[in-house]
């Protein structure tokens, strides 16, 4: 056994805790849990603080479970939300939470006899449960008054949008969540980012009055990045975990683009790399910034964790081929779909693979076959100046023949405008 809540807090994690959780946890191995709605059918680096605290809380020696909101995911959680969101389908929350499972599955330890981890769906006990039954066994040993007392409740009640009795009615879904597994599971804590202290507050309580019982509750910092905009948004929307959605190639650079101090709070929360670890790789980054010492040991190691050392070398070739000295071998190894992922957000122009067959000069095809260059003048200046490269390899002269030989995987080739500005041709 290891102290779970003082890893949480030399890591920056730790937000709020009830009195006695920690004492609690410190006498043996206790079962806690964290639920997870399935709103879409993966998890998204947003949902990574929750998955790492349960990976702690079992490396700690204690028994993680992992609900994953089959029911509750048809109603919606009002807390950190300004407007209701859609209601969804039971076959869209069945489909969403197969996503879900295979990716837990990644991270915590299942199969263990001891304390391996357990993953309940709240259907299971929701599904045959009538209102009558809810309101007579649930909603009686909670007021109203207690659950407007919530600041979840009372920012949507304050705001333009309102608050539906379906989201008001969440926090004794929640609660209940809590109660069920507390009794049966004997789930002694609930966890989850700050936003969910008031949701796990009313199970604490309910626990309390309805079978006079004792139960705990920590949460963790909700994860903000130093410029302020949200963590795990890029231009492109969310990252997620499932290599179909969010490349691993894009997974990589969403972490190794981190700014200085994001990174040195997020590699104590996103890695399981040990304090006298972290302080030296600081040390070295500060020795050297440039070199990223810190972006890179974070980027592989989540990288690894959330997807395999086999995506993670792609990645990284991937990156020195496109911002290094990568060579055209690994391209060749490529599908269309990577090729295209990896040139995503990059201009990207058609030309006739018919008129390639015959040749067709450099300032021609990038200023009037596609639009690399504005016009034919540019095109040839930057040429003999030396700034353009066709598929890494600089062009010497602007009259130099393109033809279908220049084709990587019979279909692409890359441009570029200085070191950083690619363009890909792609012959139809």
């Known amino acids: ?162 608050l539906s009795f379906t989201e008001f009615c969440y926090q004794l879904i929640q609660g209940f969540d809590f109660y069920y597994l507390w009794k049966h599971h004997n789930c002694l804590i609930q966890m989850g980012g700050s936003d969910q202290w008031g949701n796990i507050v009313t199970g604490t309580e309910l626990i309390r009055r309805k079978d006079a019982g004792t139960a705990f509750a920590i949460t963790t910092q909700l994860i903000k990045k130093a410029d302020g905009t949200k963590f795990g948004k890029t231009e492109s929307g969310a990252v997620w975990l499932d290599p179909e959605k969010t490349s691993p190639y894009k997974f990589y650079q969403f972490w190794l683009n981190a700014s200085d101090d994001d990174t040195k709070k997020w590699i104590r929360i996103f890695t399981l790399k040990a304090k006298e670890e972290i302080e030296k790789l600081e040390t070295a980054h500060d020795e050297a910034p440039h070199l990223r010492i810190l972006q890179k040991a974070l980027a592989e190691d989540i990288t690894v964790r959330t997807h395999s050392l086999e995506a993670l070398e792609t990645a990284i070739k991937t990156s020195e081929f496109l911002f290094g000295n990568g060579s055209l071998d690994f391209f060749k190894t490529l599908t269309e779909t990577q090729v295209l992922e990896i040139f995503e957000g990059i201009p990207q122009f058609q030309v006739s693979k018919e008129e390639l067959n015959s040749g067709i000069d450099a300032a021609t095809l990038l200023a009037e076959k596609s639009s690399v260059f504005p016009s034919k003048g540019e095109a040839k200046k930057l040429i003999q100046g030396g700034g353009v490269s066709v598929n890494k390899e600089k062009l010497k002269d602007a009259a130099e023949l393109i033809s279908a030989d220049h084709l990587l995987n019979d279909q692409f080739i890359i441009v570029q405008k200085g070191k950083k500005n690619y363009f890909l041709l792609i012959a139809r």
């Open 1 to 162: 056994m290891t102290n779970f809540v003082e890893e949480l807090r030399w890591r920056g994690m730790l937000q709020d805790i009830m009195p006695g959780t920690e004492e609690k946890l410190n006498e043996g191995m206790t079962s806690g849990y964290i639920g997870f709605d399935p709103t879409a059918d993966s998890l998204h680096v947003g949902h990574l603080t929750q998955i790492m605290t349960l990976i702690h809380f079992q490396r700690a020696g204690h028994k993680p479970y992992a609900l994953v909101g089959g029911a509750t995911g048809m109603v919606g959680d009002p807390s950190g939300k300004s407007d209701e969101r859609n209601l969804q389908t039971e076959a869209m929350v069945e489909h969403n939470l197969a996503g879900m499972k295979k990716q837990l599955s990644k991270f915590l330890k299942f199969e263990d006899a001891g304390n391996g981890a357990v993953m309940v769906n709240n259907n299971d006990w929701f599904k045959d449960m009538n209102l009558f039954t809810f309101i007579r066994d649930v909603g009686k040993h909670i007021t109203v008054n207690y659950m407007m007392a919530k600041d979840s409740v009372k920012r949507r009640l304050d705001g333009d949008s309102g």
